[in-house]
């Protein structure tokens, strides 16, 4: 049986002016989590998530809800299926074919599976950067985007982020879960168990 990580993470979101709260477990080489962020900025809103993979880190499905004063509740299913076909509320979107992960936005745990799938956060060194096409999801709108993102890892288990004119050296911990994410959020509570 493999071995269950246990983990629990909590953020500041300083881009929503709010948190967010991931409890999730890593099974070999999957991930399930669910979490709960509140935002400030465009709202207030809360946001409710889970998010479940497959082998090798890759998105099986992305379950958003979002709800507050001036925002009607939504609601947003977002899967991948086997064949790499990805579904928004069950309508097909050719647009994502390729992409194996969702990025949730303001939401630091989507940025787990890429770096954890190529072991970005472990390099010792400098390394190539990596390109991936994401299914990105605003919030609160819960649009669903296709993001061209590239991960470059720097060494010390930070790795530098970019996508269009943005970027940001993340500093993940030993499981490749986000500690601080300049320009949008900063862990400050952890736990495993």
Same mark, same amino acid.
């Given at each position: 049986?493999?071995?269950?990580?246990?983990?629990?993470?909590?953020?500041?979101?300083?881009?929503?002016?709010?948190?967010?709260?991931?409890?999730?477990?890593?099974?070999?080489?999957?991930?399930?989590?669910?979490?709960?962020?509140?935002?400030?900025?465009?709202?207030?809103?809360?946001? &409710?998530?889970?998010?479940? +993979?497959?082998?090798?880190? =890759?998105? *099986?499905?992305?379950?958003?809800?979002? #709800? %507050?004063? !001036?925002?009607?509740?939504?609601?947003?299913?977002?899967?991948?299926?086997?064949?790499?076909?990805?579904?928004?509320?069950?309508?097909?979107?050719?647009?994502?074919?390729?992409?194996?992960?969702?990025?949730? &936005?303001?939401?630091?745990? +989507?940025?787990?599976?890429? =770096?954890? *799938?190529?072991?970005?956060?472990?390099? #010792? %060194?400098? !390394?190539?950067?990596?390109?991936?096409?994401?299914?990105?999801?605003?919030?609160?709108?819960?649009?669903?985007?296709?993001?061209?993102?590239?991960?470059?890892?720097?060494?010390?288990?930070?790795?530098?982020?970019?996508?269009?004119?943005?970027?940001?050296?993340?500093?993940?911990?030993?499981?490749?879960?986000?500690?601080?994410?300049?320009?949008?959020?900063?862990?400050?509570?952890?736990?495993?168990?």
């Amino acid at each position: 049986m493999r071995d269950v990580e246990r983990f629990t993470r909590t953020w500041e979101v300083s881009a929503g002016r709010g948190y967010d709260t991931a409890w999730g477990e890593f099974h070999g080489d999957r991930l399930r989590a669910r979490g709960r962020a509140f935002a400030l900025e465009g709202g207030p809103y809360w946001v &409710g998530y889970t998010l479940d +993979t497959g082998p090798g880190w =890759v998105t *099986r499905s992305l379950r958003v809800s979002v #709800e %507050g004063p !001036g925002h009607s509740a939504r609601e947003l299913d977002l899967v991948r299926g086997d064949d790499g076909r990805w579904t928004v509320d069950g309508q097909v979107r050719s647009e994502f074919d390729g992409a194996l992960d969702c990025d949730l &936005g303001l939401c630091p745990m +989507t940025n787990t599976m890429p =770096v954890r *799938r190529h072991g970005l956060h472990l390099r #010792e %060194g400098e !390394g190539a950067p990596r390109e991936f096409l994401m299914a990105w999801v605003s919030v609160p709108e819960l649009t669903v985007l296709p993001s061209t993102q590239t991960y470059t890892p720097l060494g010390g288990r930070r790795v530098r982020y970019a996508s269009g004119t943005f970027r940001s050296d993340i500093a993940f911990d030993a499981a490749g879960l986000v500690r601080d994410y300049p320009g949008l959020a900063t862990g400050l509570s952890g736990s495993d168990g």
